[in-house]
């Protein structure tokens, strides 16, 4: 697999995913809203239609991209093990469980 390193940055913490999320969600709402009020006046369904467009377009700029505020709540990794040591550990411990049981 070909590891590509980006010049920006391509993810986004899960505080930030909640917040695209509930960001996306309020904007899609409003310009439905918006969008069936006015073509309920204009007597013109397809202003409700091309309003709820132009909200997930815009919803879609402004939640897509990992914006900085989605990146405030950095995740805390764990240290690396080293595989050789954890595999000794497995194997003392499964020859003296197979003592203990005898």
């Not at 439905?32 to 013109?44: K, L, T």
């Not at 990992?66 to 040591?85: C, G, H, L, V």
């Amino acid at each position: 697999m070909i590891d590509i390193e980006w010049p920006f940055y391509t993810h986004m913490d899960f505080c930030g995913q909640k917040k695209a999320e509930r960001l996306f969600q309020i904007i899609i709402f409003l310009f439905g809203i918006i969008g069936f009020i006015i073509g309920y006046m204009m007597q013109q369904f397809s202003v409700t239609i091309y309003s709820v467009l132009l909200g997930t377009f815009v919803s879609v700029l402004l939640t897509l991209p990992p914006w900085p505020i989605y990146r405030n709540n950095p995740i805390e990794w764990q240290k690396t093990i080293d595989s050789r040591i954890y595999s000794d550990i497995s194997a003392q411990s499964l020859i003296t469980k197979n003592f203990e049981s005898l």
